[in-house]
């Protein structure tokens, strides 16, 4: 079987670079909050241009720090897609408040501000505050910022961008990072921009919001070590991965490019075939996933056709968040949410990494070719 990510080309591509940077962490043994935890920061607000970078251990304490800092709690809304990663939605119930799954659309998978605006209503009627929206940006392309953000003005939410996927894309020639008041993303190693562990951050425009969250992020901390002036976590991201993350940034441009050329040669190979990705004009997609469309009724079969041939698929996500049994008591913006609920049959996602060779993309399409034209899966003309 092929790797559905494939890590180990990039690791080859630094391994001196990762293996110096890592000596240096021994070296120094700053393993707390060392010089590269600082120094990351600085390098991700250069690259994305947000004023301040708060680096922390993942990206879902990441949502749920600058919740806390803005102290949501019981009787809050906080509208949520109901069609992603079920971090978006665990740290609010974390937090006590009320999640308010929203429906996405059709072409992009992201939010769907009309149904953001049924969802405020709805939350109205049963008595909750509406307080924030979370937005995510999946697959790697943003949600639409300048729509979300005039609903949150007109009803004095705010924002926070779940970019876990998206880092390092563009929404209208604006760096994610920079869309909204704060901004959160994940390291994790399969992301676009990984860790070898957990790691994450926060971009805010926001200083009095950066501060509080700087004492969240160690157990509240007042201005002493052992001085505790809030309830907060232990939430820094280790010396050893920032080290790591400062090589793997340097080359990350260049994978973003070399993702949009694999993204661009699946969308040639396959459009004719199954619906391929639609990226809004003047947005860039950070490609964490290549997701495509196909025929419900013949996924699975179209899964294990490529499976016989050592090709991996995945499924992001089978099941859409209100209906998962942990979070189905929460309430919806409409009785369903027609378009989470459709996709979560029809999408499947393709191997995709910054490494993939075009001659094992080729067998990849051509496979698929195959075993969707066998299956009479070919999506309609
Ligand atoms: C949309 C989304 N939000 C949040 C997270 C959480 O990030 P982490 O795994 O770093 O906690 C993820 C991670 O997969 C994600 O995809």
């Known amino acids: 079987m092929i790797p559905f990510i494939d890590l180990s080309l990039q690791q080859r591509r630094i391994r001196s670079q990762l293996e110096a940077a890592m000596l240096r962490v021994l070296d120094h043994g700053g393993y707390i909050m060392g010089p590269e935890v600082y120094e990351l920061e600085r390098q ?169 969250l700087h004492s969240l992020r160690v157990h509240g901390q007042g201005e002493d070590k052992y001085e505790n002036i809030r309830i907060g976590i232990n939430g820094r991201c280790d010396t050893l991965q920032a080290a790591i993350l400062i090589e793997k940034l340097s080359i990350f441009p260049d994978e973003i490019s070399l993702r949009q050329q694999v993204a661009n040669r699946y969308s040639e190979g396959l459009g004719d075939l199954v619906i391929t990705p639609f990226i809004e004009r003047n947005c860039l997609s950070a490609w964490a996933q290549y997701t495509i469309k196909v025929d419900p009724e013949k996924r699975t079969e179209i899964m294990e056709g490529l499976k016989a041939e050592g090709i991996p698929t995945m499924i992001h996500y089978a099941i859409p968040l209100h209906h998962q049994k942990a979070y189905s008591h929460y309430p919806t913006a409409t009785g369903t949410l027609p378009v989470s609920e459709s996709l979560a049959h029809c999408v499947l996602s393709l191997p995709m990494h910054a490494y993939l060779e075009p001659q094992l993309q080729d067998h990849i399409i051509n496979c698929l070719r195959n075993v969707v034209t066998q299956l009479g899966a070919k999506k309609a003309a």
């Open 44 to 212: 991700l607000s250069a690259f994305c241009g947000a004023r301040h970078t708060l680096s922390c251990s993942n990206g879902t304490d990441a949502i749920a720090l600058i919740m806390r800092a803005k102290n949501v709690g019981p009787g809050d809304a906080v509208f949520v897609p109901s069609f992603t990663f079920a971090a978006t939605a665990e740290v609010v119930a974390w937090m006590g408040a009320t999640v308010v799954f929203v429906d996405v659309l059709q072409n992009t998978f992201n939010i769907d501000p009309t149904s953001l605006e049924k969802g405020i209503q709805k939350a109205k009627r049963l008595g909750l505050r509406p307080c924030g929206v979370i937005p995510v940006d999946l697959y790697g392309q943003a949600a639409d910022y300048d729509a979300i953000g005039a609903i949150a003005d007109e009803h004095g939410l705010w924002v926070i961008a779940d970019a876990a996927q998206s880092f390092g894309g563009t929404y209208k020639g604006r760096n994610i990072g920079t869309l909204a008041e704060s901004t959160t993303t994940s390291f994790y190693p399969s992301k676009p921009l990984g860790a070898y562990g957990d790691a994450g951050a926060i971009f805010t425009e926001n200083e009095e919001l950066l501060n509080i």
